[in-house]
């Protein structure tokens, strides 16, 4: 996505002032704390939304699952337009979107015109995000890096734990009888912010030899994920049509049809979406797929997880985010572990641990809800959490770097832009698939009392699935290298491709 000509972007003499590059930073780290809170927000308000707006299970899906897809889409080509265009531009249009898509997410009159502002969200989110290391790198030089990163951390951790919090807030509230809406509009007083101060302090830079947009490429992938997403939402309503299975086939086709097309645009200008050399590479090829499994394993479980406690349980909005406190916090402390002391030591092999204790994690949670059933309680599945927070987070801080750690420098940031683009489109085929494992379980017309026991079935069922995705990723894992290099690379990957760096943790929930 970024090119190594990112190190040679314009960046301010230091007469200027330091105060304006770190009003700058405020400003970009504003923007990704935004998308990193609106992804954990909307998971706790979902059944608020479902329950007043009288929205149907495949829209609840849609409103989540349809900013994935459009993030995933647009990533690429929103890293690709910075380094055409100037970075400090593309962010201001895309955080100038975003508050628009927010605005219009709150108005929303009915859950289509929610499941349309969502979809045009993670299109403008898909431009404003790749700009904030691109933005970073272009601004501070080398040796204030590992200080900025470091409080990019920070942000991320943050954002981790608050989201929820915030989300449940503001549910619960009802601010000025809005119900779910403030956790849209809460966006637009920071957004107009973060889009008038951007203009004065950010540094416009641009990549010298930016490559060209593969547009076709963009449209192929959204094509053959929509055919493939579209009909798993809504074939439980519709009864499983034919069309839904020939659909799904056709994606098949589609994606068969993008390599073609891939392959020959590379070897035409050298500017393809997706860098297909790269999957000769084992480690790489082993660690997409690892990334698209454990996309559309979150993407089950984190939906299906808050519709359990809300819904099936009648918690508050309130209660559920209180519950996963101690799971984002497991995350943040093993996160650090991982990186710092284990992954030196141990390589490879945390990384499994990490697939292996998560899963424990799954099923010990099963077990509990299965034994307590409507009368579990927060304190009974702190335990589960912990374990499964524990064991994602020493997988997700170290993943990226162990499967770009074989990948040839110059196509450091193609790799590390298509490792996100795959997490967040396995995120969208996770949330298509909870109407498989879930809904696929659950009657649809339930009398008030059935409503609670039904959703604990499909919730153990779900994790099920999980588990056992789980025990897949595990396998796949066998395919990185034993101990991934502490090369130079590494650290220059992570400020060269900002896709990387930055879309990861939004898997925190």
């Not at 780290?29 to 992804?39: E, K, P, W």
């Not at 956790?183 to 990549?207: D, H, M, Q, W």
Request: proline content about 5%.
């Amino acid at each position: 996505m970024h090119s190594t000509d990112i190190a040679h972007a314009r960046t301010p003499e230091p007469a200027t002032g330091d105060r304006r590059r770190w009003f700058a930073l405020a400003i970009v780290m504003t923007a990704a704390f935004m998308d990193l809170v609106d992804v954990t927000i909307v998971n706790i308000a979902v059944p608020s939304i479902q329950r007043d707006e009288g929205a149907t299970f495949s829209q609840i899906q849609w409103i989540t699952a349809g900013y994935a897809l459009a993030f995933a889409a647009g990533l690429v080509t929103g890293g690709r337009l910075g380094d055409i265009h100037g970075r400090k531009r593309v962010f201001l249009v895309g955080i100038g979107g975003f508050t628009v898509a927010s605005a219009l997410c709150g108005l929303a009159v009915n859950p289509e015109m929610l499941v349309a502002s969502r979809i045009l969200q993670g299109a403008m989110a898909a431009l404003m995000v790749p700009q904030v290391l691109s933005i970073v790198h272009a601004t501070f030089p080398a040796h204030e890096r590992g200080k900025v990163f470091g409080l990019f951390g920070a942000i991320v951790g943050l954002g981790a734990v608050s989201g929820p919090l915030l989300g449940a807030l503001l549910t619960e509230g009802n601010l000025f009888g809005l119900e779910w809406r403030p956790i849209f509009l809460i966006n637009l007083p920071v957004g107009v912010a973060a889009l008038v101060l951007g203009s004065r302090f950010i540094t416009e830079s641009k990549a010298p030899r930016a490559l060209k947009l593969d547009l076709p490429g963009v449209a192929l992938v959204t094509l053959a994920l929509l055919m493939l997403l579209y009909p798993l939402t809504r074939g439980r309503e519709l009864g499983w049509p034919v069309w839904g299975y020939v659909s799904m086939a056709g994606a098949l086709v589609v994606f068969a049809a993008l390599v073609a097309y891939e392959r020959a645009k590379g070897a035409r200008d050298g500017s393809p979406l997706i860098e297909l050399s790269l999957f000769r590479v084992k480690s790489f090829a082993a660690g997409i797929a690892v990334q698209t499994v454990f996309g559309v394993g979150l993407g089950v479980f984190f939906l299906v997880w808050t519709l359990y406690m809300q819904i099936g349980l009648g918690w508050s909005a309130l209660r559920a985010g209180l519950t996963g406190v101690p799971f984002s916090v497991a995350v943040s402390v093993a996160a650090g572990m991982s990186v710092q002391q284990l992954v030196p030591r141990f390589g490879r092999k945390v990384l499994q641990a990490g697939a292996l204790v998560m899963a424990a994690g799954v099923l010990i949670y099963l077990a509990e809800a299965e034994r307590y059933e409507l009368s579990i309680t927060s304190w009974q599945m702190a335990l589960p959490l912990v374990v499964m927070g524990a064991g994602m987070g020493l997988i997700v801080a170290p993943l990226t770097d162990a499967v770009l750690s074989e990948v040839p420098r110059e196509h450091a940031g193609s790799a590390s832009g298509l490792i996100n683009t795959v997490q967040q489109m396995g995120h969208a085929l996770g949330l298509g698939l909870v109407s498989v494992v879930f809904f696929g379980v659950i009657d649809e017309r339930l009398a008030p009392a059935e409503v609670g026991p039904a959703f604990v079935d499909g919730f153990t069922h779900a994790l099920g699935w999980v588990a056992a995705v789980l025990g897949a990723i595990f396998l796949l894992m066998f395919a990185l290298p034993k101990r991934p290099a502490q090369h130079v690379e590494g650290a220059a990957d992570a400020e060269e491709a900002p896709a990387a760096g930055e879309k990861e943790p939004e898997l925190v929930p």
